[in-house]
């Protein structure tokens, strides 16, 4: 059950801000994390929330970045999902120019998973990507970022209207209900790089899916985290498997993430990349949020609101 309730303020370390949270991003982790099955890195809230945008209440006394009064969206190992959160300066982007908040809070988790698996894989301009569920939160963003890098995009989507606004927004898109993706990929070329949401189901299929040499970067595993490999045909492709996470990772690759994106993926906002809000819930209406992701209808993001 997710139910609001109350908890101490939270304490702001030397190099910590805090936010006073305006909207708060909803994420496939969370759903885990409800369940019982991705619970919070220690040192972090227990309830859920991996991104926020807000405005800064308050700075840590070694901190210059910030002043307070600051719009900014930050990268969360948890806790989102409340009024006010403090994390790390250096985990903490400007709201760009032209998003709102709410916009922002469905931004910046998905813009550092993509950058960070993008550069996982080393994936160049020019060089054929595959994006899974390209319908999906961080799907959608990229196919933004990707296509933003000159990279040639193709996304996977289930039905024709959400494989025609995946295209819209720069992919050559994949109805996987009428079409196997293997299958076009494979006349296509092969891809150099696989963005995968899917996990085990979609593994021999990726293997296949893939060109000479080619990376299958595993993110998510929302249909099963275990399945058989044929090694024979890896070796023969030359291909490489990563499977990477964001949550867990120690503080400075989190914080060097967050840099990149500022650098990398903010100057593309929102002119080539923005986050589409499928729909927005207040605070208090948390469980509604997490049924509309369940319900497998949303494209691009679900964020909450609080109330100011």
Excluded at 42 to 64: M, Q, R, S
Excluded at 115 to 139: I, Q, T, Y
Aim: with cysteine; proline share 6%; charged share 20%.
């Amino acid at each position: 059950m997710l139910t609001i309730g109350e908890a101490p303020s939270p304490q702001v370390g030397t190099h910590d801000i805090l936010i006073q949270v305006r909207a708060a991003g909803v994420n496939r982790a969370d759903l885990l994390q409800r369940e019982g099955r991705y619970p919070s890195p220690p040192g972090a809230p227990p309830w859920p929330g991996l991104e926020v945008a807000g405005v800064v209440a308050e700075i840590g006394d070694a901190v210059t970045r910030w002043q307070v009064g600051d719009e900014v969206c930050a990268l969360l190992p948890g806790g989102g999902y409340a009024d006010q959160v403090a994390v790390d300066a250096d985990l903490a982007l400007p709201v760009p120019d032209g998003l709102t908040m709410v916009e922002a809070a469905g931004l910046v988790e998905a813009a550092c998973t993509v950058w960070s698996n993008l550069h996982e894989a080393d994936a160049r301009a020019g060089e054929r990507v595959l994006v899974h569920g390209g319908s999906g939160g961080v799907g959608h963003i990229a196919i933004q970022i990707a296509a933003a890098l000159d990279m040639e995009v193709w996304a996977t989507a289930g039905g024709p209207e959400r494989a025609a606004r995946c295209a819209a927004l720069g992919a050559r898109a994949i109805d996987y209900r009428a079409d196997d993706f293997t299958t076009v990929m494979t006349n296509a070329g092969g891809a150099d790089v696989i963005l995968d949401v899917v996990g085990g189901a979609y593994l021999a299929r990726n293997l296949e899916a893939l060109a000479t040499g080619g990376r299958l970067v595993v993110i998510g595993m929302q249909r099963g985290a275990r399945a058989e490999l044929d090694l024979g045909r890896l070796l023969m492709m030359r291909a490489r498997i990563i499977g990477t996470t964001l949550r867990s990772r120690p503080l400075a690759e989190r914080q060097a993430i967050v840099a990149a994106v500022r650098e990398h993926v903010w100057p593309l906002v929102p002119g080539q990349v923005r986050p589409i809000i499928h729909v927005t819930e207040p605070l208090e209406s948390a469980a509604d949020a997490h049924r509309a992701l369940d319900s497998g209808d949303v494209f691009g993001k679900v964020v909450l609101t609080t109330d100011p």
